[in-house]
């Protein structure tokens, strides 16, 4: 089983920059990718960034240049950079990790930028 842990969230004005960060623990060796997704308040959940063990990308076409998924060392980290923030990337960030059982879901961390 794993578990997930996010922080980074916050205020920030648009135009600014966050860093998000997922720390895993338990059976993290089992996990295949990580990714973040967000989910706004009335909205359903969409997915922002994954990347595999392997290190292939994919971002939602709404965040592409502007966020950037990395692992840390080992298996067991993920950050995301979020740069030039707009009101529409307000959201709660959730982390989540795929492994052949499933995916795991971090509790969320919110961002909210402001106008």
């Known amino acids: 089983q794993v578990q997930l842990v996010e922080s980074g969230g916050g205020l920030v004005q648009t135009g600014g920059a966050l860093k998000l960060s997922c720390v895993a623990s338990g059976n993290i060796g089992s996990i295949s990718a990580m990714g973040w997704y967000r989910q706004a308040p009335g909205k359903g959940r969409e997915m922002v960034a994954t990347m595999a063990d392997g290190g292939s990308e994919n971002y939602a076409d709404s965040v592409k240049g502007r966020f950037t998924i990395s692992k840390g060392v080992g298996k067991n980290t993920a950050h995301l950079d979020m740069n030039m923030l707009k009101p529409d990337d307000t959201a709660a960030y959730l982390c989540?990790?795929?492994?052949?059982?499933?995916?795991?879901w971090g509790q969320g961390t919110q961002v909210t930028v402001s106008s």
């Open positions: 989540a990790a795929f492994t052949s059982r499933g995916t795991t």
